[in-house]
């Protein structure tokens, strides 16, 4: 069995760049906006360009939802109170507001039913520059953005996505480009108009932390988000010692470790994190193994491995143990309502491995069901060296199948009010 390891490894540094290579040497001198405007023209990296022409093609599909065969299951959500502190969210954007000029107003502001909502991703470079740059407003906007997100996140989902965001800051000083990766190089936008009775939500997005947020009255949806970390620790500097997703890491491979051989064999439906027995598009030199990231809101996926309802009691425990951190960022209550909702599917809830399973393997997971998807996938190297993906390069997913990302499988039961026409206005 594994531990859980709190302390950096530092195992990263024997793959740290070269930062004579023109790659670096260019990268230093460009700010967000210059380093984005050269991956746009000049097509680099060629492999990284085509995947986001294939994203823009993507967008213009309608939004339908995951699922597993691309019919969407209906009647699986519903509307509940779940004790979130609204007034207290909302009061955090209104202060907010009060420090903004029109012109920010509006670029921080998008209709509700925007699909602008649906342009977030996780690399470093600013593809879709909606909303406020963190690091391109005053200080006192800066920190009023971040009260929002701390005011509707639940302490420690909170203080997770701020060591995510210190992490990015710590590669930037890595490879010595602190303008296009720094602690706030992060996008925010509204949704809709903030209210304690009407549905609004917001995206926060940039290199590995994306979160998207709906909530209507008492009630929230934190769901699509990625979170991720290259390395996933600090081992210098005045964050020395912050770590995140070794619990993730430590409880997957855990379960994984202790089920009985053949049931091991049917979770495992590749033996090669890079396995030759793939399927064509099963991965990509990008999302790597991870299904659900950016712009893959209408993926087919069918289930895979084995249903965590024959586990034992102890499995069982550390599945949901996944599943707990992996809802980290919602409030307590919601949190709570939400593994209850899981469990009532864990008939159908399957548990999928990719890779070995030895204390020092790489590897992939992901648990599935109607109501959830979450994956947690070891990558190679994109600003460090390695070729083979490696333990200190990690991103993790989380994804509400059959159309409950962003909110949409609510909306329909939100009953529609009159705007200032006297029209009734409806949320699908």
């Known amino acids: 069995m594994t531990t859980t390891e709190e302390r950096p490894t530092g195992e990263y540094r024997q793959y740290l760049p070269d930062l004579s290579i023109?790659?670096?040497?260019t990268?230093?001198?460009?700010?967000?906006?210059?380093?984005?405007?050269?991956?746009?023209?000049?097509?680099?990296?060629?492999?990284?360009?085509?995947?986001?022409?294939?994203?823009?093609?993507?967008?213009?599909?309608?939004?339908?939802?995951?699922?597993?065969?691309?019919?969407?299951?209906?009647?699986?959500?519903?509307?509940q109170d779940e004790e979130l502190p609204v007034e207290d969210i909302v009061a955090s954007v209104q202060d907010l507001f009060r420090l903004l000029n029109d012109e920010q107003r509006k670029a921080l502001s998008y209709h509700i039913d925007s699909p602008e909502w649906r342009t977030w991703s996780n690399p470093e470079f600013l593809l879709?520059?909606?909303?406020?740059?963190?690091?391109?407003?005053?200080?006192?906007?800066?920190?009023?953005?971040?009260?929002v997100l701390e005011k509707t996140l639940s302490p420690e989902g909170y203080d997770k996505a701020v060591k995510a965001m210190r992490i990015n800051h710590f590669l930037g000083e890595l490879v010595e480009a602190p303008k296009v990766m720094n602690e706030y190089s992060y996008n925010f936008a509204i949704f809709g108009r903030p209210s304690t009775t009407r549905p609004w939500g917001w995206t926060f997005y940039g290199h590995h932390l994306c979160l998207n947020i709906f909530i209507y009255k008492r009630q929230i949806v934190a769901s699509p988000w990625f979170t991720g970390a290259e390395p996933n620790e600090i081992d210098s500097g005045p964050y020395k010692g912050t770590r995140i997703l070794q619990v993730e890491e430590t409880l997957g491979l855990q379960l994984m470790q202790s089920l009985p051989t053949e049931v091991q064999q049917q979770a495992q439906t590749y033996k090669k994190m890079n396995d030759p027995e793939m399927t064509p598009g099963r991965t990509n030199k990008d999302d790597q193994r991870h299904l659900c990231g950016a712009y893959r809101d209408n993926r087919q996926i069918p289930y895979e491995g084995v249903l965590v309802l024959d586990f034992t009691s102890r499995q069982k425990e550390l599945a949901y143990g996944i599943l707990e951190h992996y809802l980290l960022y919602l409030p307590r209550r919601s949190r709570e309502l939400k593994i209850e909702q899981i469990k009532k599917y864990e008939t159908e809830t399957y548990f999928s491995w990719i890779g070995g399973f030895g204390n020092n393997d790489p590897f992939y997971y992901r648990i599935q069901s109607p109501v959830i998807l979450v994956e947690f996938d070891h990558h190679s190297g994109v600003f460090l060296t390695n070729e083979e993906p490696k333990k200190f390069h990690i991103h993790t997913l989380l994804r509400t199948p059959n159309a409950g990302d962003y909110g949409y499988a609510l909306r329909p039961l939100i009953p529609p009010v009159e705007n200032t026409v006297a029209k009734p206005i409806t949320w699908d």
């Open 22 to 25: 023109p790659r670096f040497m």
């Open 27 to 79: 990268m230093r001198t460009q700010d967000a906006h210059e380093y984005a405007h050269a991956f746009k023209t000049k097509h680099i990296p060629p492999w990284l360009y085509a995947l986001f022409e294939h994203w823009r093609d993507l967008y213009e599909e309608p939004y339908q939802g995951i699922s597993i065969d691309g019919t969407i299951r209906q009647n699986l959500f519903s509307i």
């Open 128 to 147: 879709t520059p909606k909303g406020l740059r963190l690091d391109e407003v005053e200080v006192l906007i800066r920190d009023a953005i971040l009260r």
